[in-house]
């Protein structure tokens, strides 16, 4: 999310950003995503990584989801950015509770509405805790939630584990009969 950095990565051999401050305030990281004409992924966090989970509340956390990523799409196209640049992120975890976690998992399709490819990241993520478990052992629930998000529109998944990942979506393409597959970035 620092301007600096994401600079520099793109001189030294990366091709993406991923922001999680939806390009700033400023709009600079935008700039830069407009200047080396690559990727970059527009994340809805409440407040900042230190506050964010200070008592998120929302009205309609789709509401939220669909008026921010309006103001911020409209901000990257004034900047430059092409369509084929921007990828969404409603920000699982990030300034959310449980409840509005599920609702953006089950919802997600409502997204589609702009356009542009909807990335998730929900491994190992605290909501999908059973009984305080540590990160490492939420596998089963990551796999399960995934499926879920795959199947409701997410067509970019941000995972840890790349092998596990790639074998559910492998059946669950075949059952229902569309290639999930190509939906993983490690």
């Given at each position: 999310?620092?301007?600096q950095?994401g600079k520099?990565?793109?001189?030294?051999?990366?091709?993406?950003?991923?922001?999680i401050?939806?390009?700033?305030?400023?709009?600079?990281?935008l700039?830069?995503?407009a200047?080396?004409?690559?990727?970059?992924?527009?994340?809805?966090?409440?407040?900042?990584?230190?506050?964010?989970?200070?008592?998120p509340?929302?009205?309609?956390?789709?509401d939220?989801?669909?008026h921010?990523?309006?103001?911020?799409?409209?901000?990257?196209?004034n900047i430059?950015l092409?369509?084929?640049?921007i990828?969404?992120?409603?920000?699982?975890?990030?300034?959310?509770?449980?409840?509005?976690?599920?609702?953006?998992?089950?919802?997600l399709?409502?997204?589609k509405?702009?356009?542009?490819?909807?990335?998730?990241?929900i491994?190992?993520?605290?909501f999908l805790s059973i009984d305080?478990?540590?990160?490492?052992?939420?596998?089963?629930?990551?796999?399960?939630?995934?499926?879920?998000?795959?199947k409701?529109?997410?067509?970019i998944?941000?995972?840890?584990d790349?092998?596990?990942?790639?074998?559910?979506?492998?059946?669950?393409?075949?059952?229902?009969?569309?290639?999930?597959?190509?939906?993983?970035?490690?």
């Amino acid at each position: 999310y620092k301007p600096q950095v994401g600079k520099y990565a793109l001189e030294n051999g990366f091709n993406m950003i991923n922001d999680i401050t939806a390009g700033g305030e400023s709009g600079k990281m935008l700039e830069i995503a407009a200047l080396f004409n690559c990727p970059i992924v527009l994340m809805h966090m409440q407040g900042n990584p230190l506050t964010m989970q200070n008592e998120p509340i929302y009205d309609d956390i789709m509401d939220e989801l669909k008026h921010y990523f309006e103001s911020k799409i409209e901000l990257a196209k004034n900047i430059g950015l092409k369509d084929s640049q921007i990828i969404i992120d409603p920000g699982i975890g990030f300034g959310k509770r449980i409840v509005d976690n599920d609702t953006i998992i089950n919802k997600l399709g409502d997204l589609k509405q702009f356009g542009f490819p909807v990335l998730i990241g929900i491994s190992r993520k605290s909501f999908l805790s059973i009984d305080d478990d540590e990160a490492e052992n939420r596998l089963p629930a990551t796999l399960g939630a995934t499926a879920l998000a795959v199947k409701n529109g997410a067509e970019i998944i941000r995972v840890h584990d790349v092998k596990e990942n790639f074998r559910m979506l492998t059946v669950i393409s075949r059952i229902m009969q569309r290639n999930y597959v190509n939906k993983i970035i490690v």
